[in-house]
């Protein structure tokens, strides 16, 4: 059955890890949430959605008036942390749903389980989600048998699952971070890609070579790695074309170079519409910001125009941005629960826009905003 929690505004986070504990049963990998010590729950700027599971990478949609979230699940798993993401072992999707930000969240059954899809092999990542003609369709990376990451694709005709995988990845995907946007003319385009352990740097030509770098390309003076887009058929199986290289430029129209780590793509793509332009933004990866650059066609160029996140607890930073009750919403996540990188929570925080559409940066601490504030 589905879990209803209350909301996080009126129920201390004591309160929250308490109830947690009783509310479903967990599996013999799977941790149980708890405060980590290192920070007082006040210093940050939101707390976590749910508390009775550990959730990351937040894909948020509206439809209907409410609101769908798709994470990521994490466990505890025996791998070691290395650079390339092996102790990152979901193996499941759980949605989230809620009727208002900031209102109860119910915490939907087992969506899609790896078990389920017949060409994946482990680490179900980051997903999306989109809906058309009265099907919903789940976007996901996985490892296939041979250790290369592929995209698939499961269909449901309940936002909240299950879904049902196709037989094979979508033909031509790799890598990771699939995010899903529709366009005001009904077309759909997919967004994809991540180096280190997202493999993009091993799929240069779209052809997986395990022998590859392990983290980029080494280059950098020239230009970075870049993401990938590609238009979506219109029953949203497939590729309808090969996936195109997103050009990410600097305010002189100079693309960002591999050793700007402070900028350049590393994962965690997303893409919305404001005011008429297209704001394609993503993670930093090992320097932790969320960032974003802005185009006039939703296959770019995009020119960088800065932060939307400093950098939150943990390593990781993966987002979505959704518009609803007539304000912006950034969904993000951090390690508060755990304190440990592989175990991370989801939240919530309103995002602001300046007049001239750039996006105003969002401290994730409290008190270290508060303190800079006063500094200035």
């Keep these: 059955m589905p879990i209803k929690l209350r909301p996080l505004e009126v129920l201390p986070l004591a309160a929250l890890l308490l109830a947690a504990g009783c509310q479903q049963p967990r599996t013999a990998n799977e941790a149980e949430p708890k405060a980590a010590a290192k920070r007082d729950a006040s210093e940050y700027l939101s707390q976590p959605l749910v508390t009775d599971i550990y959730t990351a990478d937040p894909s948020a949609h509206v439809w209907n008036g409410k609101i769908y979230v798709y994470p990521s699940h994490d466990i505890d798993g025996p791998t070691p942390e290395d650079d390339l993401g092996g102790h990152f072992e979901m193996r499941d999707y759980r949605i989230l749903s809620m009727d208002r930000i900031g209102g109860p969240v119910t915490v939907g059954p087992v969506a899609l389980d790896v078990k389920d899809v017949p060409w994946a092999d482990k680490q179900m990542w980051a997903p999306d989600a989109a809906y058309k003609n009265g099907t919903y369709y789940l976007y996901f990376p996985a490892k296939d048998k041979a250790g290369a990451f592929r995209i698939g694709v499961a269909t449901s005709k309940d936002p909240m699952g299950p879904f049902k995988a196709q037989p094979q990845p979508i033909k031509g995907s790799y890598s990771i971070d699939p995010a899903v946007f529709t366009d005001d003319d009904g077309s759909s385009y997919i967004y994809f890609g991540g180096i280190w352990g997202g493999q ?63 900028r350049r793509f590393f994962e965690a793509s997303w893409m919305h519409k404001y005011k008429g332009k297209y704001y394609f933004s ?15 066609s939703p296959y770019g160029p995009f020119t960088y125009k800065g932060r939307i996140l400093e950098p939150v607890e943990g390593w990781t930073t993966h987002h979505s941005i959704v518009e609803w009750n007539g304000k912006w919403w950034l969904f993000y996540a951090d390690s508060q629960l755990s304190g440990q990188t592989r175990l991370r929570n989801v939240k919530v925080t309103e995002l602001h826009y300046n007049p001239d559409g750039t996006i105003r940066t969002i401290n994730p601490f409290v008190a270290k905003a508060a303190k800079d504030g006063a500094a200035h």
């Design 200 to 262: 993009l740097q091993r799929n240069v030509d779209g052809k997986y070579d395990p022998n590859g770098s392990k983290t980029d390309l080494g280059q950098d003076d020239k230009p970075a790695l870049a993401p990938r887009v590609a238009k979506l058929t219109g029953d949203m199986l497939e590729f309808s074309e090969t996936p195109r290289a997103i050009q990410i430029l600097d305010d002189k129209g100079k693309p960002l170079l591999g050793g700007d780590h402070d």
């Design 282 to 296: 993503y993670s930093t990866g090992d320097t932790h910001y969320l960032v974003y650059a802005v185009g006039d």
